[in-house]
């Protein structure tokens, strides 16, 4: 009796993600539908010219491999494989990008525009946009975001929502049982709950995630030129200068409304931001007029 | 006498809001200010001393000259701890 695994024929899907086109080859089912739900608003069928090609193979041994260009991994577990990869795409998407900048933030979309969720990591942006979702707004990621630097318009970077045990445990509390259940790996991701792509549009909203969970949720306006300044330190290096980039968030921030964010219990949070963003999306404004720059 | 003056290379983004980010691409650091202290950015100009730039704010703000000229002092500071300002122009 063998006990090597049966070997599957290896699958090749074509995406391109705002720009990036990219191949995906890989012999795992279950790796193909978490990638295809992932990037399925991005699928392009009959793409030839690929950036790169990203490959999650599992072995005669029984590991899974991955590779993208010149890195590679490997781990016991298809859920801990994927996620690599998944990691490693993301950075490699931004890294591709030629011209838009990329924000460790998260966006909703709402009335043609959308709300970004910013802070830093573990501060609570996935749970919070996972409990958004009850509440009727369309995640785009909980994670990063693209910004034209000439239109402003916003792009989310679809990301698997990392929750962990305590995530989990939280949007329970709020009415939202995520199922884990195998064989079905976690890999949840914005396309779970949205019905399409969110379109192009500018962020009206910036909330900024900071501080320790408190008995209630506070949301402080928060003075737009304080909001550039803590963006940047959520702004990786990408295409554009500094001085480029600081332009950018403060254009940004000057079309926006900004916020400073105090998680609370986490459904009166979720309530308290969707409420603030209705009321924006309300008395919804054109932006005021754009900063200005002086030396 | 000292005539506060801030460096040319500092980009002052203002922003609707009326806050002021002050933006040193050298060392990349971004420090965001209100509307009084972009006022007083904007007197940094090697014209003004600090007594003259107090003086003008206070015509502004009704606030006791005493409590202006601290808070001028203390923001000038700022300015100067984060290398904002020419030398030693405070």
Redesign the interface.
């Known amino acids: 009796m063998s006990l090597q695994p049966n070997l599957l024929p290896f699958t090749e899907d074509c995406f391109c993600v705002h720009g990036v086109p990219f191949r995906l080859k890989t012999n795992v089912p279950d790796a193909r539908s978490c990638f295809g739900r992932l990037y399925g608003h991005f699928y392009k069928s009959g793409l030839t010219e690929c950036e790169f090609q990203a490959e999650l193979a599992l072995s005669a041994s029984g590991t899974f491999h991955w590779t993208l260009a010149d890195r590679t991994g490997e781990a016991s577990t298809l859920n801990a494989t994927l996620w690599n990869l998944e990691s490693i795409l993301c950075e490699t998407i931004i890294r591709s990008q030629r011209r838009n900048i990329a924000i460790h933030a998260g966006a909703l979309a709402f009335g043609g525009s959308a709300a970004l969720i910013a802070g830093r990591s573990g501060a609570g942006k996935s749970t919070l946009s996972v409990a958004m979702v009850r509440r009727g707004f369309t995640v785009g990621s909980d994670d990063v975001t693209l910004a034209d630097p000439d239109s402003l318009h916003v792009f989310p970077v679809p990301r698997c929502f990392h929750l962990d045990d305590q995530s989990l445990a939280l949007l329970r509390t709020d009415g939202l049982e995520i199922p884990l259940a195998p064989p079905r790996p976690p890999f949840i991701v914005p396309g779970d709950f949205m019905p399409g792509p969110i379109p192009a549009c500018r962020a009206r909203i910036l909330i900024l995630i900071s501080g320790q969970r408190v008995t209630q949720p506070l949301l402080t306006p928060m003075?737009?030129?304080?909001m550039?300044?803590r963006l940047?330190q959520e702004t990786g290096l990408g295409p554009l200068?500094?001085?480029e980039t600081?332009?950018v968030l403060?254009r940004l921030?000057?079309g926006a409304r900004c916020y400073g964010l105090t998680l609370g219990p986490l459904g009166r949070t979720a309530d308290a931001v969707a409420e603030l963003i209705r009321e924006s999306a309300g008395t919804a404004a054109e932006p005021?007029?754009?900063?200005?720059?002086?030396? | 006498m000292s005539y506060p003056t801030r460096r040319d290379d500092v980009e002052a983004h203002k922003l609707p809001d009326q806050s002021v980010l002050l933006f040193e691409s050298a060392g990349g650091a971004a420090v965001p200010v209100n509307e009084s202290g972009g006022r007083i950015w904007d007197l940094c100009d090697g014209k003004h001393t600090i007594e003259e730039i107090v003086e003008q704010l206070s015509l502004l703000y009704e606030a006791p000259n005493g409590q202006v000229d601290r808070d001028t002092r203390e923001f000038l500071a700022t300015l100067a701890h984060h290398g904002l300002l020419n030398g030693q122009s405070v």
Not at chain 1, 223 to 226: D, I, K, S, V
Not at chain 1, 288 to 295: E, K, V
């Open positions: 003075p737009q030129a304080e550039a300044a940047l200068s500094h001085g600081m332009g403060s921030a000057a005021q007029a754009a900063a200005t720059n002086s030396r």
